[in-house]
């Protein structure tokens, strides 16, 4: 019993060393990434590195779109559909839009297309770089001068940080759309006729800067937690196989928790 | 004891002391010294897991050793900054083992990549410079060729060609010879001899293919175990080779790895944890 006891103070101790060291080593690649961004910048070689960045960007983002738009337009209509019985016992129907529009611009809007992203950017992101360590890519561009940090990571950080909150731009308007189509064909015209008065009643510039604040924040942690398990890839395809399982696994753990701190931190100044 | 064709007394371009590397608890290199002339083709040679892998990696600055130094071109490696290294990789070219092309370039970007990165040359002069890199490796035919497209030999070829696009002084190849035919194998020897005769570049070859080996080298070293066993000319691994087994445990072990016999130092050693004693240990632990 004792042993058990001592072991299980010990596992806690041991993953809770583990993930310092992980937000550690992502602290490290941020503080990489910016060092390098920064240089990138400042390069004659600008021009090329901002065509390196739009690839991705194309990649990332320009693919995901209707997938985005499909996913977020059904949480409008979900949403909508699921206030109206509880609203409608207070005769409340009509401020549908303003709870889409909050839930939405705050939260649903961000988060879902992080989710989306994940699988979309995160997971292949991994999957590429994996493939790129085990088939001694990476090791040769270190050899030829190059750094993985600088090259590869550095367009897939900001392009997916770029794209979240563009994306995320677009998932607003889909939300909004999709209670507003749900309200036009089921919920009547007591809640059509008003939606987008009372929507734009109830919004604030602050609903949309602070959910496109998460949705940067998101990005750079699904494209930062998918480099990292990426470049630390070791044996072979099944390593690769594991790391994409693990970025979709931390990323979203990470989008979650970071969407619960974001939340407190809002509603503590009143954001 | 020098080879003619080897400048011994010239200063080295990659000079290796005492290095040891380990990984976790494991000492995978221990003590090593090693020097590179210009001009020579040094073949580094072992068995698998003795090291020579671990020994290139350390050279071209992949990894840092655990204890002493590794100077290329008079600058030892372990103690310079990231841009000083940059600085030092520009000097040389790596072949690695798959030829570690990047799969979403063609051959001919690939070749293109460290010139437009690391020179100002104008795109006119950078493809003129790809097409009489790859002319040099017979591999013109191919430049706008994806990696996945071509054959295991050329992937190697069209590294080479990379790894010489900016006229490095040091070349390291990798295990050059690994999983291709004998005949492919032969053609990638005449070009690396080709190459250090027409650009007058050091190579550095790890490999464990004796044939090749003996093809190319103007001096060889025999690694084990993570020791450096022996260092010398060609001629003298050749007269172990074809001599009489001398008693002396050191050079058996190096003739058998040379002559790739199935009986010798090395497979004794390798019998040499005893399976009665396991058998009976596993016996008592039940």
């Not at chain 1, 800067?209 to 480099?227: E, K, P, R």
């Not at chain 1, 701190?261 to 509603?267: E, K, R």
């Not at chain 2, 010798?264 to 008592?284: C, H, M, N, Q, Y």
Request: neutral net charge; contains cysteine; proline residues 3%.
């Amino acid at each position: 019993m004792a042993g058990g006891g001592r072991n299980f103070v010990e596992s806690i101790g041991s993953s809770a060393m583990g993930t310092v060291r992980y937000l550690g080593g992502l602290a490290l690649l941020v503080g990489q990434t910016c060092y390098w961004a920064a240089r990138n910048i400042a390069s004659r070689k600008a021009l090329s590195h901002l065509h390196a960045m739009s690839i991705q960007m194309v990649r990332v983002g320009v693919r995901s779109v209707p997938v985005v738009v499909l996913v977020q337009v059904f949480i409008g209509v979900i949403l909508a559909l699921q206030m109206y019985p509880p609203l409608k016992d207070f005769e409340q129907q009509a401020t549908i839009a303003n709870i889409v529009g909050v839930a939405g611009f705050r939260m649903l809007g961000p988060i879902i297309t992080a989710v989306v992203l994940t699988g979309f950017a995160g997971a292949s992101i991994a999957a590429e770089m994996g493939t790129m360590v085990v088939a001694e890519e990476i090791e040769a561009m270190q050899a030829m001068a190059l750094d993985p940090i600088r090259y590869l990571v550095v367009p897939r950080v900001v392009a997916t940080v770029v794209m979240m909150v563009m994306l995320s731009v677009i998932a607003d308007l889909m939300i909004a759309l999709g209670g507003y189509i749900t309200s036009s064909l089921v919920l009547g015209p007591e809640v059509y006729m008003v939606y987008w008065a009372k929507m734009q009643d109830q919004l604030k510039y602050r609903d949309f800067y602070t959910g496109l604040i998460q949705a940067g924040v998101f990005g750079l942690l699904i494209s930062l937690i998918a480099c990292r398990e990426g470049l630390k890839v070791s044996g072979g395809a099944e390593g690769v196989g594991r790391a994409t399982t693990m970025t979709v696994v931390y990323s979203i753990f990470a989008i979650i928790i970071s969407a619960c701190l974001f939340t407190m931190i809002f509603y503590a100044f009143k954001l | 004891m020098p080879d003619s064709a080897v400048k011994t007394d010239a200063e080295p371009v990659v000079k290796v002391r005492n290095l040891v590397k380990r990984f976790e608890d494991r000492v995978v290199l221990d003590g090593v010294n090693l020097d590179v002339y210009p001009g020579e083709m040094l073949v580094v040679m072992g068995g698998s897991g003795c090291g020579k892998s671990t020994l290139l990696r350390n050279m071209i600055g992949s990894i840092l050793p655990d204890e002493g130094s590794i100077d290329v071109f008079g600058r030892d490696l372990t103690e310079l900054t990231d841009d000083e290294l940059d600085a030092v990789r520009k000097r040389f070219g790596v072949l690695f083992q798959s030829g570690a092309l990047f799969n979403s370039m063609t051959v001919g970007e690939n070749v293109a990549l460290p010139l437009r990165e690391h020179t100002r040359l104008d795109a006119n002069t950078i493809e003129i410079m790809v097409k009489i890199k790859l002319e040099l490796v017979g591999l013109r035919q191919a430049e706008n060729l994806m990696p996945a497209q071509i054959s295991g030999g050329m992937k190697k070829r069209a590294g080479l060609a990379r790894a010489i696009s900016l006229d490095p002084e040091i070349l390291f190849y990798d295990e050059p010879s690994a999983g291709l035919d004998p005949v492919t194998s032969a053609e990638i020897d005449q070009l690396m001899m080709d190459l250090a005769r027409k650009l007058g570049v050091a190579s550095v070859v790890v490999t464990h293919e004796m044939d090749s080996a003996f093809r190319i080298a103007d001096r060889m070293a025999m690694l084990d175990k993570g020791v450096m066993l022996k260092i010398g000319t060609r001629a003298q691994f050749d007269a172990i080779r074809s001599g009489q087994p001398t008693g002396d445990e050191q050079t058996d072990l190096i003739r058998q790895f040379l002559r790739g016999d199935s009986e010798g130092p090395i497979t004794k050693r390798r019998l040499s944890t005893s399976f009665e004693v396991d058998i009976l240990k596993a016996a008592e632990g039940r």
